[in-house]
């Protein structure tokens, strides 16, 4: 799709160079056999750390050094290869900056150097089987005793949990405080206590070993936790907005990845004598749908750069979040009409992305929560 982005700068569309060849080389032939497996091999996960594609928006002095225009590169060009149930946004944009920014120096030269090489993997704990959205209302605790936390609970919908060698868990350190009894603690995948459940059979995104996470009196060091004790409520509110953010840019290179496999499709495939793309229908629903795309992508270009310069608010975050998922969901419905029977085999990228996608307007925070946030400012 034509459209002067004005966002990216050379060394951000140099790295996309590299993404893509990446991509093509090390996961596109391997997609079959993760999906299979079930989660991404570690393998991949080191040969993006060599790649230097782990991590991007970090210091260098822990193995990053770009910031989050080259994290959203990655991020398009994983969506617009359709690349599915790679773990790597997660683990670089979501999780990392929590050890970045509220980690003291010991735990960033402890941590996060292997994080950047693809060594350790890295998952957060939020959602818990009783508990989605309303963070406030985790029960799961972990509870002072002398030097240690002691963690009891389960959490649920773990992306990356099966490979994950570090959890960024959400606890309440005082049940009693509400939201100012959330704390945020490091648990290391080998602690004593520590077991991983089944991995979730999901509707798509086979290859992401979304997993159960139970926690059975496992013992951690109180210098595992991350900034101050009860303030874990207010650091994940501070982090939200970019995890929104990559959601919607996601959202965003899938819509005109699929805009652009639809109209190849329609312009080739024969139906009574004509093209499918022949009839006034299928023109008048690819019309709509590429005004959508690119309005699309000009509110994710402009909130981007917001971001960039450090001007993106949590508001913003459910505005763009929204807009952006609903608008590939209600596309993708369409575009997958306009391919017939052939919409529904998942050898099409259509497919694949009518199941994998679906989930952009649930994670993240619920499209209904981000119409409240943005209804709080009306």
């Known amino acids: 799709m034509q459209i002067n982005r004005t966002v990216f700068r050379d060394d951000h569309e140099m ?3 590299t993404a893509r060849r990446f991509l093509q080389r090390e996961c596109v032939p391997k997609q079959a056999e993760w999906d299979k497996a079930g989660r991404v091999d570690r393998e991949t996960w080191l040969k993006a750390g060599r790649e230097g594609l782990l991590c991007l928006t970090l210091p260098t002095e822990y193995g990053g050094g770009g910031d989050f225009g080259h994290a959203a590169v990655l991020n398009e060009e994983v969506q617009r290869l359709g690349v599915s149930g790679l773990g790597f946004s997660v683990h670089s944009d979501i999780i990392a900056p929590y050890i970045a920014r509220l980690g003291n120096e010991e735990q960033k030269q402890r941590w996060l150097p292997k994080v950047c090489s693809g060594e350790s993997i890295l998952a957060i704990g939020m959602t818990e089987p009783g508990t989605g959205s309303d963070l406030k209302a985790i029960r799961t605790t972990a509870i002072r005793d002398g030097d240690d936390y002691v963690i009891n609970g389960s959490k649920t919908f773990i992306s990356n949990g099966l490979n994950a060698d570090l959890v960024i868990m959400v606890y309440k350190t005082d049940p009693a405080a509400g939201s100012k009894g959330v704390s945020l603690i490091v648990v290391e995948a080998d602690r004593e206590g520590f077991r991983r459940g089944r ?4 509707v798509g995104q086979h290859a992401q070993d979304t997993a159960e996470l139970f926690f059975d009196n496992v013992r951690v060091p109180v210098t595992n936790r991350l900034g101050e004790e009860g303030k874990g409520f207010a650091y ?6 970019q995890e929104r953010l990559s959601i919607a840019i996601g959202a965003a290179a899938k819509l005109e990845a699929c805009l652009e496999h639809t109209l190849d499709y329609v312009k080739e495939r024969k139906a009574f004598n004509q093209t499918v793309w ?15 795309t690119l309005a699309v992508r000009l509110m994710v270009d402009h909130y981007l750069s917001e971001h960039v310069r450090r001007r993106f608010t949590l508001e913003e975050a459910a505005v763009i979040k929204l807009y952006a998922t609903e ?10 009409q306009l391919h017939g029977g052939y919409g529904y085999m ?16 649930i994670y993240g925070g619920t499209s209904e929560v981000m119409r409240d946030l943005v209804s709080r400012k009306l």
């Open 278 to 292: 022949d009839f006034q229908n299928t023109k008048f629903k690819l019309a709509d749908i590429k005004v959508q």
């Open 15 to 17: 790295l996309r160079d």
């Open 199 to 202: 991995k979730l059979d999901k």
């Open 346 to 361: 998942l050898e099409y990228p259509v497919a694949r992305a009518f199941a994998d996608a679906r989930v952009m307007c």
């Open 236 to 241: 994940l509110m501070a982090e939200l907005p």
């Open 327 to 336: 608008a590939l969901g209600k596309a993708r419905d369409d575009m997958v």
